[in-house]
């Protein structure tokens, strides 16, 4: 079976919420192609965790028709099954890291000589980790060996059988007039269009002022009687919806779509008065807009448009042009040339234009060291960051997070 990116989608979405344990796709070059995070790993545990899926990537294709367990030092399990992929190398799904047993924390200590806020950390990761039985893991594990095989099923909705009164009153509902409305929900769908338009132009100024002709159009307390804060919320909420929509029309990469929208969306839910609503909702016309001028590649080439996603989603790794190349299946060569003939910049000149994008967001959140961000972004050496950081922003992180 050819294995196509939504259907790798559909495979490691379905293992994850079935399990709430991390789920991973990797590549045939052992790096993350799709991930799908239930635990947040410490820090200190990231690079053992890297090689052990490499480790894991490479033996499940060795062993294609075999599910793969390893158990590190620190207690953690995986299991990895290879997918096979038509005239293609083996790609691999490794799902963890969840407990056997609980591990002797104690004992961890002292062989790592951990200081005392590594070993808090460290015990409150082991919390929250999943404990399995043997017999779930061979489960797991049954499952896994079936990947190949995996197709998303049709549910059919049943739905109960309805009182004969009740049902024609709601046909009848459904077939009143709502001539009344005709020419607002005409209007509606105008202001729509224009507000999609100042979006996929990045014109936040533009927007502010289709945004002064919504004010009475999107009113829906007819639907929420004496609930003025539900009624609006509702509103910010189809309102964050369309806003993705024009900035996905914009160019902009599902990755950063996918950001800015769960992080209104959970701002939307922490709101509970109409004065923070409508803060939000100028912060969200802001927020969009600053994206589509950031992100936006619609006016690149389906080549360019891959390798920029790439680089991206992997900004803060060191830089593998063959590996980019490999995912963009072309030469590298070609891919450096290109890139600069569309871009106007090269591949590690945007690399780092995106890391410092990232800083900046980071070093605004406030109570997070330089050397921290830094190292989040990608710098192994915080003096390089900061002299990259100040030729690229004008001045230093330190200088940038004050102000």
Same mark, same amino acid.
């Given at each position: 079976?050819?294995?196509? *990116?939504? %259907?790798?989608?559909?495979?490691s979405?379905?293992?994850? %919420? =079935?399990?709430?344990?991390?789920?991973v796709?990797l590549?045939?070059?052992?790096?993350?192609?799709?991930? %799908?995070? &239930?635990?947040?790993?410490?820090d200190?545990?990231?690079?053992?965790?890297?090689?052990?899926?490499?480790?894991?990537?490479a033996? $499940?294709?060795?062993?294609?028709?075999?599910?793969?367990?390893?158990?590190?030092?620190?207690?953690?399990?995986?299991?990895?099954?290879?997918?096979?992929?038509?005239?293609?190398?083996?790609?691999?799904?490794?799902?963890g890291?969840?407990?056997?047993?609980?591990?002797?924390?104690?004992?961890l &200590?002292?062989?790592?000589? /951990?200081?005392? *806020?590594?070993?808090?950390? =460290?015990?409150?990761?082991?919390?929250?980790?999943?404990?399995?039985?043997?017999?779930?893991?061979?489960?797991l594990?049954?499952?896994?060996?079936?990947?190949?095989?995996?197709a998303?099923a049709?549910?059919?909705?049943?739905?109960p059988?309805?009182?004969?009164?009740?049902?024609l009153?709601?046909?009848q509902?459904?077939?009143? *007039?709502?001539?009344?409305?005709?020419?607002?929900?005409?209007?509606?769908?105008?202001?729509?269009?224009?507000?999609m338009?100042?979006?996929?132009h990045?014109?936040?100024?533009?927007?502010?002022q289709?945004?002064?002709?919504?004010?009475n159009?999107?009113?829906?307390?007819?639907?929420?009687p004496?609930? *003025?804060?539900?009624?609006?919320?509702?509103?910010?909420?189809i309102?964050?919806?369309?806003?993705?929509?024009? $900035?996905?029309?914009?160019?902009?990469?599902?990755?950063?779509?996918?950001?800015?929208s769960?992080?209104?969306?959970?701002?939307?839910?922490?709101?509970?008065?109409?004065?923070?609503?409508?803060?939000l /909702?100028?912060? /969200?016309?802001?927020?969009?807009?600053?994206l589509?001028?950031?992100q936006?590649?619609?006016?690149?080439?389906?080549?360019?448009? +891959?390798?920029?996603?790439?680089?991206?989603?992997?900004?803060? +790794?060191l830089?593998?042009?063959?590996?980019?190349?490999?995912?963009?299946?072309? &030469?590298?060569?070609?891919?450096s040339?290109?890139?600069k003939?569309?871009?106007?910049?090269?591949?590690?000149?945007?690399?780092?234009h995106?890391?410092?994008?990232?800083?900046?967001?980071?070093?605004?959140?406030?109570?997070?060291?330089?050397?921290?961000?830094?190292?989040?972004?990608?710098?192994d050496?915080?003096g390089?960051f900061?002299?990259?950081?100040k +030729?690229?922003?004008? /001045?230093?992180?330190?200088?940038?997070?004050?102000?």
């Amino acid at each position: 079976m050819l294995m196509q *990116p939504l %259907h790798l989608s559909a495979i490691s979405m379905s293992i994850f %919420h =079935l399990t709430d344990i991390n789920t991973v796709i990797l590549n045939h070059h052992g790096a993350a192609s799709l991930q %799908h995070e &239930h635990d947040h790993l410490p820090d200190f545990l990231k690079e053992g965790q890297l090689a052990n899926l490499r480790s894991l990537g490479a033996q $499940a294709a060795k062993q294609s028709d075999t599910v793969c367990k390893l158990t590190n030092e620190w207690g953690l399990t995986y299991l990895a099954k290879a997918l096979h992929q038509e005239g293609e190398p083996a790609i691999c799904l490794v799902v963890g890291p969840f407990l056997l047993q609980v591990p002797d924390v104690n004992q961890l &200590h002292a062989t790592y000589r /951990m200081d005392q *806020p590594k070993r808090i950390e =460290l015990e409150a990761f082991y919390r929250g980790l999943k404990l399995i039985s043997l017999a779930k893991v061979q489960s797991l594990a049954n499952i896994l060996a079936n990947l190949d095989s995996f197709a998303q099923a049709r549910i059919q909705e049943l739905a109960p059988e309805q009182h004969p009164e009740a049902a024609l009153q709601e046909h009848q509902l459904l077939l009143q *007039p709502d001539e009344e409305y005709i020419d607002l929900i005409d209007l509606r769908y105008q202001i729509e269009q224009e507000m999609m338009r100042a979006v996929q132009h990045g014109d936040a100024e533009q927007l502010q002022q289709v945004r002064a002709k919504m004010r009475n159009l999107y009113d829906f307390s007819d639907r929420f009687p004496n609930q *003025p804060v539900r009624a609006l919320r509702n509103a910010i909420i189809i309102l964050n919806t369309l806003l993705r929509i024009a $900035a996905r029309n914009a160019g902009v990469q599902p990755f950063y779509l996918h950001q800015i929208s769960e992080k209104f969306a959970k701002r939307i839910e922490r709101s509970d008065t109409i004065e923070s609503l409508n803060k939000l /909702m100028t912060s /969200m016309f802001n927020d969009y807009c600053s994206l589509v001028r950031s992100q936006a590649v619609n006016g690149f080439s389906p080549l360019i448009r +891959k390798a920029v996603q790439y680089v991206s989603l992997h900004s803060n +790794k060191l830089l593998n042009l063959e590996e980019l190349a490999d995912a963009c299946r072309v &030469h590298p060569a070609h891919l450096s040339r290109q890139f600069k003939k569309e871009t106007g910049s090269t591949i590690t000149d945007f690399q780092q234009h995106v890391r410092i994008k990232e800083a900046k967001y980071l070093l605004k959140q406030g109570g997070i060291p330089v050397k921290a961000v830094a190292e989040k972004v990608g710098f192994d050496d915080a003096g390089y960051f900061a002299r990259v950081f100040k +030729k690229l922003a004008g /001045m230093t992180p330190s200088e940038f997070q004050k102000s």
